[in-house]
């Protein structure tokens, strides 16, 4: 009983993280900005009416709410029924579907944001472009601390599947469990070289600001490989001292640590929004 009250209350933080708070503050956030910088002051800023930028917040804001509600119920009938499994079917396969569920008003608040900065770009009639001719690489933006956190993770992942291969334990999958993480490498890398050497997604930008915003990209993908590293570890080390049943609880706190951590690439105080004032 006590497994599944540690369950519920990590995924009642779930549910109250990044459905409520994290809306909340982004949504503040976008707005403080936008009172701060008027249409009239900063016309670059608006390649769609202030109207149409507070529908679409509007309808983040909403569709956050419905996903709370739907939380709160999971949580509701888990008190009432008293059954081991969330919603009297698997706990796992909810609370991966939740969390999927959760990413949805995210995903489609950055995919406006492509449209947006698309609509920008083309509005931008600045015949001159300023480029700056220091070569990009992909060392610059790594700080040494989180050079060193995304070799130690793997390291750590690496030597924990090494001893298990060794001493294997019932359905242990040998090197095979290399091939996620390889995976999940390959993939935040591909998003990190996207941002350094790909087009430059915001036209008005300043080399400082986009410099900051990689810098950004590069920190919350080595935390989440960190984090996957981690619940991949302790995942194999659950299954070998026969302590699954703790598993739902962890993947719980992982998407919430995952969601904490991506929550940081969404701060705009240290931006310079004076390139987007009226020339």
């Not at 919350?220 to 703790?246: D, H, K, N, P, Q």
Request: no cysteine; hydrophobic share 50%; aromatic share 16%.
């Amino acid at each position: 009983m006590w497994t599944n009250n540690l369950l519920y209350l990590a995924f009642f933080m779930q549910v109250i993280f990044i459905s409520w708070y994290m809306p909340r503050v982004l949504i503040e956030q976008s707005k403080k900005t936008l009172d701060k910088h008027p249409e009239k002051q900063y016309p670059k800023l608006y390649p769609i009416s202030r109207d149409a930028i507070d529908m679409g917040i509007n309808n983040f804001k909403n569709i956050n709410r419905v996903i709370l509600l739907i939380g709160i119920y999971i949580i509701a009938f888990g008190a009432y029924s008293q059954s081991e499994e969330m919603l009297n079917v698997d706990s796992s396969a909810i609370l991966i579907g939740f969390f999927l569920l959760q990413y949805v008003p995210f995903m489609i608040m950055e995919f406006t944001g492509f449209k947006f900065l698309k609509l920008m770009r083309l509005a931008n009639k600045q015949s001159i472009r300023k480029a700056d001719l220091k070569p990009r690489k992909l060392i610059n933006y790594f700080a040494p601390l989180y050079l060193s956190i995304l070799i130690i993770s793997n390291l750590v992942f690496i030597g924990v599947v090494e001893y298990f291969v060794r001493h294997p334990f019932e359905h242990f999958g040998g090197y095979f469990n290399l091939v996620g993480l390889v995976f999940i490498d390959v993939f935040m890398f591909s998003i990190i070289a996207w941002n350094i050497y790909g087009k430059t997604k915001n036209p008005h930008l300043s080399t400082k600001d986009q410099t900051v915003q990689i810098e950004k990209i590069v920190k919350v993908s080595v935390l989440t490989i960190m984090m996957v590293s981690v619940f991949v570890t302790l995942e194999l080390i659950m299954s070998a001292t026969g302590t699954r049943y703790l598993m739902d609880t962890l993947m719980s706190v992982y998407f919430l640590l995952l969601a904490f951590i991506g929550m940081s690439a969404y701060r705009l105080d240290n931006l310079n929004f004076e390139v987007y004032r009226e020339s």
